[in-house]
């Protein structure tokens, strides 16, 4: 802020003390123009309240825990502090939906859009997590409400008033998402906001919304067709741009974030993280920073490159907490006055009486997820399950890895060699998450031989996309031998790879590891794997990445993402009758 504006705002300040002064007065025009920032980040649609210690406390500064969450007790948390002020502004730091919480996540995270449209969120920035999905699905589902497959079954579902989706109400924005190879942002960059001021005069506040640069190559966000630009370099060209516009005020929201401590309300003593190098570095125009992703909860105040204070906040996840930035602003120069800046961090504590709407909204969409879990999705002949023969193969890893094989077919847009999955990774999480059984389940709506929706939701898949990709054939033979790994105790380790139908392969286990595998012992379509040609290979892009610890999978090429898993695994139950247990016909462990 300039010095005549600091000057000024101090003799204001004196009057007011010592008056009430009448609006519209010359002495009134003058004074500060308060704007209260309310913002919540990486909900990811926990709507109902949570009892375990990660998801529903937060720790105090003498290291209590504290009681915190859920929808009806953000409504009323925010009601309570909006109340006062003529200026108030809400928002949220991205990754609002693509939840874990099934409620929310059976109806195509449809729930959380609808109670942020009921708590007046005004523009929300694009985390990571939003791209989880295709970009149609953010920008024309979540965004517009375009329903696709049959309403009321696979998107635009009633909601607790009794309403179908129609989208958000607000913007979704960020700066630096772009088409592959672009630098022209495919959301709107900014979201420009007005403040009321004394005398009919309005202040603008310029907001300016970005998402962390992992997002693209991010295993659940995998987006091939788009591009990350850099954070500071992409706030310093909207900033540049604001200003051009006459915007004084100025305030980034980012999908990005650090760590600071794990107290609700404090700044530790050494914050760090990619928040805190774009707060030191990100131009001197821009007067406050909201963050999120990291998952963290601080209150900091890092001086920007000038040596001006400035507020860099983080407010959790899941609904925790609220953060809550006091701005004044000269509303003769539209600047903010940085000395007068406050901010907090506010525990959405449940000793507040519960917003009644909120709380029909939690009920209806957990009594839906009961109904959407009991849905049948598909038939099976038998039990399909993850144990694992002898050789490595079980019935669920061979029917998963023909899952990914059929969905990379039907969308990918060309031929497809194989297709591999990680039945037991060395390292990171396990997609195979639970057993098809033929025997009917617990579940009323359960029958021999049915499986459910929910069923089919919990056996496989972790929210990330199939990818088609090309991989060498000397790749290939890496990574099969990659399924044996020395252990740093000397023991080996065996993480098999499953295989789609049209592979055989054997391997010598009793040979020294990296040499367990004979390309001319790899068959695929009836010939031997070619080190030197090139396949079409589709995979999760977790296995892809490296994160399951196949390191040879990385160097792929060409990717084109498909489908989602729990997606992909619903559409070939639908698509293929009753299902049976595949052979365990695929691999053979040979002797020496």
Not at 424 to 435: I, T
Request: negative net charge.
């Amino acid at each position: 802020m300039k010095q005549s504006s600091l000057r000024r705002w101090a003799t204001v300040t004196a009057i007011s003390a010592a008056m009430v002064l009448p609006t519209g007065t010359a002495e009134a025009a003058q004074l500060p123009v308060d704007v209260q920032l309310l913002s919540i980040t990486d909900f990811h649609g926990y709507l109902t309240p949570q009892n375990d210690a990660a998801n529903g406390t937060v720790k105090d500064a003498a290291g209590k825990s504290i009681v915190v969450g859920g929808a009806p007790y953000i409504a009323t948390h925010l009601k309570n502090l909006r109340q006062g002020h003529e200026n108030s502004i809400t928002f949220t730091t991205g990754d609002d939906f693509s939840g874990w919480p099934t409620e929310v996540a059976f109806h195509e995270d449809e729930p959380t859009v609808e109670f942020l449209n009921s708590i007046g969120v005004e523009f929300s920035a694009v985390g990571n997590h939003e791209l989880d999905r295709p970009l149609e699905f953010l920008r024309d589902h979540m965004g517009k409400g375009r329903c696709f497959g049959q309403v009321d079954v696979d998107s635009c579902f009633t909601d607790s008033t009794g309403r179908r989706f129609r989208g958000a109400d607000y913007p979704i924005s960020s700066a630096n998402i772009t088409p592959r190879g672009s630098t022209d942002p495919i959301f709107q960059p900014y979201v420009i906001k007005h403040a009321k001021a004394a005398g009919g005069k309005d202040v603008r506040i310029g907001f300016i919304n970005l998402t962390t640069p992992t997002t693209v190559t991010g295993s659940t966000s995998y987006q091939p067709a788009l591009d990350n630009l850099p954070l500071v370099e992409t706030a310093n060209r909207y900033a540049a741009e604001l200003k051009r516009r006459g915007v004084e005020a100025i305030v980034v929201n980012m999908h990005e974030g650090g760590t600071a401590g794990d107290v609700y309300d404090r700044c530790g003593s050494n914050p760090s993280g990619p928040a805190f190098d774009f707060a030191r570095q990100a131009s001197p125009d821009i007067d406050a920073i909201v963050t999120g992703h990291w998952h963290a909860l601080f209150n900091c105040v890092v001086p920007d490159p000038a040596g001006n204070p400035r507020p860099v906040v983080e407010a959790a996840n899941h609904g925790r907490l609220i953060n809550e930035i006091n701005l004044k602003i000269d509303p003769s120069t539209g600047d903010v006055i940085r000395s007068a800046t406050t901010s907090v961090n506010h525990p959405v504590t449940r000793d507040v009486t519960p917003d009644p709407a909120a709380a029909r909204l939690v009920d209806h969409w957990k009594t839906r997820g009961a109904q959407t879990y009991a849905r049948p999705v598909g038939r099976i002949s038998g039990d399909i399950t993850r144990t694992r023969a002898a050789d490595g193969e079980s019935t669920l890893g061979n029917l998963v890895a023909d899952v990914e094989y059929a969905d990379a077919v039907r969308t990918a847009g060309g031929p497809v060699d194989l297709a591999l999955v990680a039945t037991a990774p060395l390292k990171g999480s396990n997609s195979l998450r639970g057993d098809l059984r033929f025997a009917k389940g617990s579940n009323a709506a359960d029958a021999d031989g049915t499986v459910l929706f929910g069923e089919s939701w919990a056996t496989f898949g972790y929210a990330n996309p199939v990818l088609t990709v090309s991989l060498t054939g000397q790749q290939l033979e890496q990574a099969l031998e990659q399924q044996w790994q020395t252990q740093a105790d000397g023991t080996v380790r065996f993480s098999p790879l499953a295989v789609s139908s049209g592979v055989r392969f054997s391997y010598d286990a009793s040979r020294p590891v990296g040499d367990r595998v004979d390309p001319a012992n790899v068959l695929i379509g009836g010939a031997p794997l070619d080190t030197g040609r090139t396949y079409r290979v589709a995979a999760l892009a977790y296995t892809l990445i490296g994160a399951d610890g196949f390191g040879a999978l990385s160097g792929f090429t060409d990717p084109v993402r498909c489908s989602r898993d729990y997606d992909a695994f619903r559409a070939y139950l639908q698509a293929n009758g009753t299902v049976a247990p595949p052979a365990l016909d695929r691999v053979t462990a040979t002797a020496p």
